[in-house]
């Protein structure tokens, strides 16, 4: 990793229905890892999930609970996952 950049997690996920592919980001781990970072992939995987995609190889009826995003998150998530 170069000095001073961002690593963040990755999460793809899959609508079983159409094959359409999204991916999550966490937000950036400079220092150390925390809830922030957290929050954004949680809100993502949710937000996702109301219109069918979740992670590869998961059940939809299984560990991720459809949400809304908060507003502030809404810029990390995929077009594809909000209205």
């Known amino acids: ?11 793809h996920l899959r609508n079983a229905k159409t094959g359409q592919t999204v991916t999550c980001r966490s937000g950036g781990y400079r220092f150390e890892e925390g809830e922030a970072q957290f929050r ?9 999930a109301r219109y069918g995609f979740w992670p590869y190889g998961a059940h939809p009826y ?4 459809p949400r809304t995003p908060d507003d502030d998150v809404r ?3 995929p077009k594809e996952c909000l209205p």
Request: proline share 4%; charged share 15%.
């Open 1 to 11: 990793m170069v000095s001073g950049c961002a690593h963040h997690d990755e999460f």
């Open 40 to 48: 954004i992939a949680d809100q993502c995987m949710r937000a996702c």
């Open 62 to 65: 299984g560990g991720v609970t």
């Open 75 to 77: 810029p990390f998530i």
